[in-house]
């Protein structure tokens, strides 16, 4: 690990962005061009004091998931991302079909942009890789799962009370998509490894997928609607807008209610109301412990 140049690349890297280059508001006026410390921080969901030692040239070696957090964090490219890894002494994550959770800058930008509309950033085969604040508000915030049940359809299939935000009238319909999503991604990439150790994993758990998966439907989800059954605000009809990467393998969904109706008087008062404790769950038994103050989950965006 070479604690110096990790620090130099750190402090580089934070004062090329802007608060309006992530989401923030501008605020008070900066003596200094980037962004704090303490915005960096909160961002990769880590304390103040933690990353201040990272740029300081003393901190601990971080973990593989914080140097991923931080990559997300500095909006940094795939080519800085591994660059940062290796200042770290960690071996950058590699593609493995579906990509390596490293979300893609131009839709971070979008994202952050979007700060009164809940959206969020998924792998096509479920993994949320990237939520803003509202889409935390609305859908609960991700970062407080142990990553494997990050998934959304690994939840919605295998972990009680997974989709206990939608509207049980919409259940079966939402389960046969996630069903012919998932077909459709390990059709095109049979060698992604990811992929077919997810099915293999819900096929042992969930009985209801295994039917679902037998009848062989294949879709690729571009558009939605659905009811969201919101623990403060009530039940929030939502049409869901995809938005696809590149090579299609990440997409940003954007969730918005028609003008004018209950609907979205419901979203204004959540934008309101904004992240209460129903809105954050648990982390589960297996969440990685924080070292040294290290990680502190909260809803990002980035």
Known sequence: MDRAQLADFLRRSRSRLAPADVGLPDGA???????????????????????????????????AQLLGALARALRLTGDERDHLHHLAGQAPPRANGGGDGHVRPGLLLILDRLYDTPAQVTSDTGDVLAQNPMSAALLGDNTGYPPEDRNIIWRWFAVPGGRSRFHPAEHERLGRIHSAQLRAVVAARPDDTGAAALVRRLLAASPEFAAFWAEHDVA?????????????????????????????????????????????????????????????????????AATASEARPIAQGG
């Open 29 to 63: 006026r900066r003596r200094t061009p980037g962004l704090r410390r303490e915005e960096v921080a909160q961002l990769a969901g880590m304390s103040v004091d933690y990353y201040t030692r990272l740029e300081q040239a003393r901190g601990p070696r971080p973990s």
């Open 220 to 288: 690729v989800r571009r558009g939605d609607t659905k009811t969201v059954l919101h623990p403060l605000v009530g039940a929030i009809e939502v049409s869901c807008e995809v938005m696809l990467s590149g090579d299609h393998r990440q997409r940003l969904v954007v969730y918005t209610a028609r003008p004018g109706s209950e609907s979205q008087a419901r979203l204004d008062l959540l934008r309101v109301v904004g992240l209460q404790d129903l809105s954050r769950p648990e982390p589960g038994p297996d969440a990685p």
